[in-house]
């Protein structure tokens, strides 16, 4: 299916994205240091390395392996997962401006985290979160396929847009009268997960994440041949012979499955999934075999520094990881948009 | 596109209906007028409809419930008449002027500027008056849209549906975690989402005062552009060859956007859907003109914040059901309903 006549051409292109992939994880493996050296308790990056190597102290392992280690490779995780989710979403709707926020997914995912909230307000939730969020997207994804589907014509895109921002829409009117009965406490507590604040920050949530999200990933890695047919359009792709509608379905299952995990454990973090896609495809150009890994890797990038920021900006009082998601990557999105042709 | 080449071919019979259009309007004020009417007097107190008439026309400063009437039913029903006709205007001239029949007057960051000035101004000065947060909440609004405006203007390429569409959503994403972050930081969030639940219930004669002008202005203002809009909504490219200076005509039509949008969502919060559903109903009544199509909208949008306004006193009295929800239970089947059709005329 692929058009690789010109040979050259496409070394070239696997060159340049082999050097981008590589660069970014470079970087992300800097952040990553760094932030395993920000936080309330204060070490000197010297002491850092040496207790990575075991030879720090017990408190300091204790710092680092217990409370920070864990975080960041969640941070990770929820990055590469909620880019891809997005980049599937944009591919599949032939929709630049798909991602799993503004579909409504995570607004789903948040529904069910109120009602939690607000019948079992005396529970202790955190293990519960992530499940449940997951119930709400999943949920969400159903309902929207369910209504912009058609019997004959399946799935166009612009339907599955407009039907998923008037879920939004219902969603979040809903969740605005289940907000006024919190009590000040529950309702502190619910701001803060919608505004995305990383929830689960052990290890039994690192264990919880890792398979869904290296499983999807791989699974969406094996499938960005159907991918890059899917983007032609559909009309196109069904004259080259894909089963359209059965993979526009698990693909968006994938999506769905990838967002309702990381939000799940990182609060509803919106613009990774817009902002990942856009600056991988920008790096690596259009092909998905390339597009899949560079947007998990910005998505990872994207997040991991921006946690690193909510950490350190205000000490020591912690920012919600999505709104400074939002403040980097809303500008590095106008800029992309105004440079765009 | 089959109907606006109709248009084109200066055949708008086929696709703009005068005599529904009048129906409509006639009709709906006639609707209105007798919801207005009910509107003064259903609530936590029912009033007669006779005494609601004796208050408006013979007010006595004693009687409780003429002051009921006067003092919070009367503004409260007259709020919803405006901001219901300033949002479903501000929505169909978006709409016609970008193309986008998702366009509606939170995409413009009207409603995140007005959000992350309120938040400010919350956080930072307490006990202000109203009226300075009507007009802090309206700077907002502007500073929002001018961003979003002139990010798409200054784009390569120019001002595409598109590109206005992606600059509205990134910047009201900026704006609403900015607010996010100062209201989360300050503790005032549940402050912020009263606001942002929208609802009439707090509307007094002063806020009144400054939404009348403003709307008026604007209604004014887009039924002189609404030609305009119609040659705009038929295409950037037949726009420019029937002679239309495109930019300028985008240009009126965002600030026109502004006032009308900026002094509703300064009254009564973000309320969504009705910009984006009232146009939409009202095109699928009268067709492609804009000429009729505006104030259509108008009316038809000052119907349905009246009614849902109603709606939002009788579903759970003695408590009240935030308006932008009643709405939404409204609005959401009726766009679902618009969304699986398989035409959508703009």
Known sequence: ????????????????????????????????????????????????????????????????????????????????????????????????????????????????????????????????????????????????????????EGLSPTRVVLVGIAIAAAINAAMMVLEMLLDPQNFQFVATWLAGSIVGTDWTYVLALLPWIIGLLAFTLYKSRVLNVLSLGDQLATSLGAPVEREKRLLLGVAVALAGASVAVGGAISFVGLVGPHLARRLVGTKYEFLVPASALTGALLVILADMLAKWVLQPTEIPTGIVVAVIGAPYFLYLLVRWK | MNDSAKVINNQPQAVSRPLIAMLVLVGGLVVLVVSFAVSISVGADMIPLSTVWGAVFHFHAQETQDQVIHYLRLPRAVAGVFVGAALAVAGALMQGMTRNPLADPGLLGINGGSEFMLALSFALFPKLSFAYLLLLSFAGAGIGAVLVYGLGALSRGGLTAVRLTLAGAAISALLVALSQGIALYGGLSQDLTYWLAGGMSGTNWVQVEWLIPCVIVGLIGAMVVSKSVTVLSLGEEVATALGQRTNMVKLVCTCLVLILAGASVTIAGPIGFVGLVVPHIARYFVGVDYRLIIPCAAVLGSLLIVLSDIGARMIHPPYEVPLGAVIALVGVPFFLYLARRDRRGL
């Open chain 1, 1 to 152: 299916m692929q058009m690789s006549t010109a040979d050259g051409m496409t070394h070239k292109r696997v060159t340049r994205a082999i050097t981008v992939m590589l660069v970014v994880s470079v970087l992300i493996m800097i952040v990553f240091i760094i932030s395993m050296d920000t936080g309330p308790i204060r070490m000197a990056p010297g002491e850092v390395i040496r207790t990575v190597f075991g030879e720090g102290t017990a408190k300091d392992q204790l710092t680092l392996f217990d409370f920070r280690l864990p975080r960041i490779v969640i941070t990770i995780l929820i990055g590469a997962g909620l880019a891809v989710s997005g980049c599937i979403l944009q591919a599949v709707t032939h929709n630049p401006l798909s991602d799993p926020g503004i579909l409504g997914i995570n607004s789903g995912a948040g529904l069910v985290v109120i009602l939690y909230t607000l019948f079992f307000p005396n529970v202790q939730s955190t293990f519960a979160l992530p499940f449940l969020a997951f119930f709400g997207a999943l949920l969400t994804a159903m309902l929207i396929y369910a209504l912009a589907a058609k019997r004959r």
